[in-house]
């Protein structure tokens, strides 16, 4: 077998199947087209286990429940201003569990398609602000067409 893919669970069970009937573990793997020393690790660990599915759930253990995502992506868009880092903090007020800024970014763009949780902060402008602005923009309105 050139490529590295899992055998599947009825496949594993063949190959059981034909070692329990005697056959030589370099025979099946012949047969099957599958390497010598996996046949050897799967009827191996048939024997010392009793089975031969594969074990899931081998990753990371994850920092919320989905009922906790459900939850920081409803805070979220019941306030569409606040921070990632504000909704970390709300969420360590309700339910008392630290997760950083980055978690909440993920849960968000996963759970609700939500991006950029860092809204940007504008100066507001002040009145004089507003007038100068206008005042260059009616100056310079024809500007282009002069040219």
Not at 89 to 106: D, E, P, Y
Not at 114 to 129: D, S
Request: proline share 2%.
């Amino acid at each position: 077998m050139s490529s590295r893919h899992h055998i599947d669970d009825f496949m594993r069970g063949r190959i059981i199947g034909k070692i329990e009937e005697g056959r030589k573990i370099t025979d099946v793997a012949r047969e099957f087209n599958i390497a010598h020393s996996v046949v050897s690790r799967l009827w191996k660990s048939f024997k010392t286990i009793g089975m031969c599915s594969r074990r899931h759930g081998g990753g990371r253990v994850r920092s919320t429940t989905p009922a906790e995502d459900r939850y920081i992506v409803l805070s979220a868009k019941r306030n569409r201003r606040t921070t990632a880092q504000q909704v970390a903090n709300q969420f360590l007020a309700a339910s008392g569990k630290q997760i950083s800024r980055k978690t909440v970014a993920r849960r968000l763009r996963g759970g609700g398609g939500l991006y950029a949780r860092r809204p940007v902060v504008c100066v507001p402008l002040t009145r004089q602000h507003r007038t100068a602005r206008l005042q260059w923009c009616r100056e310079h309105h024809n500007w282009i067409e002069q040219d």
